[in-house]
T-cell receptor, first 111, second 117 residues
Framework: KQEVTQIPAALSVPEGENLVLNCSFT??????LQWFRQDPGKGLTSLLLIQSSQREQTSGRLNASLDKSSGRSTLYIAASQPGDSATYLC??????????FGPGTRLSVLP | DTAVSQTPKYLVTQMGNDKSIKCEQNLGHDTMYWYKQDSKKFLKIMFS???????INETVPNRFSPKSPDKAHLNLHINSLELGDSAVYFC????????????????FGPGTRLLVL
């Protein structure tokens, strides 16, 4: 059964720092991996989707990588801003199954 | 315009009641989902519904039943509500559901906060 973990559970950084969030999954048989952000009391916003055939995706200051063989993905945020403060979740789509989400990393970017 | 909308935003009800949550998407997507986010903020998929095919998460009690009158709507009906059903329920949609190279980027609604007393 697919399991998804995220490290760290929480992270606090000063504004302007570059940071990396980690996502691990136990079964490499996936169609894709997605990164989302969730603001308090709100729904999820999709940030990036990486297909299984891809190694990375970029959107603005965000870069997500995927290493299927090792069961890992990273989300890199460059030049962090207070507006980046949110919970970041990764989710994988295993073969023949519905999406499985990680527990999230709660990010605080301090002004 | 809101891409994925849910009603109601808040729902407070007594144990044993039956309630429904409505979801609508105006993105023209083929696939819709229901998720449950518990008090620990853990998000778990309940159902996905693609072109009239329902894929059910096996851990969902049969008190929960999705109903899709058309491609733009996926409502969630809950019978005999229990205290443990208290959570935030999210609806989402994606263009496709087909695996590799299909567009499965998901768009989420704002959530329905259900409290069972």
């Amino acid at each position: 059964k697919q399991e998804v973990t995220q490290i760290p559970a929480a992270l606090s950084v000063p504004e302007g720092e570059n940071l990396v969030l980690n996502c691990s999954f136990t079964d490499s048989a996936i169609y894709n991996l997605q990164w989302f952000r969730q603001d308090p009391g709100k729904g999820l916003t999709s940030l990036l989707l990486i297909q299984s055939s891809q190694r990375e995706q970029t959107s603005g200051r965000l870069n997500a990588s995927l290493d299927k063989s090792s069961g890992r993905s990273t989300l890199y945020i460059a030049a962090s801003q207070p507006g980046d403060s949110a919970t970041y979740l990764c989710a994988v789509r295993p073969y023949g199954q519905n999406f499985v989400f990680g527990p999230g990393t709660r990010l605080s970017v301090l002004p | 315009d809101t891409a994925v909308s849910q009603t109601p935003k808040y729902l407070v009800t007594q144990m044993g009641n039956d309630k429904s949550i409505k979801c609508e998407q105006n993105l023209g997507h083929d696939t819709m989902y229901w998720y449950k986010q518990d008090s620990k903020k853990f998000l778990k998929i309940m159902f996905s519904y693609n072109n009239k095919e329902l894929i059910i998460n096996e851990t969902v009690p049969n008190r929960f039943s999705p109903k899709s009158p058309d491609k733009a709507h996926l409502n969630l009906h809950i019978n005999s509500l229990e205290l443990g059903d208290s959570a935030v329920y999210f609806c989402a949609s994606s263009q496709d559901l087909g695996g590799s190279n299909y567009q499965e980027t998901q768009y989420f609604g704002p959530g329905t906060r259900l409290l069972v007393l």
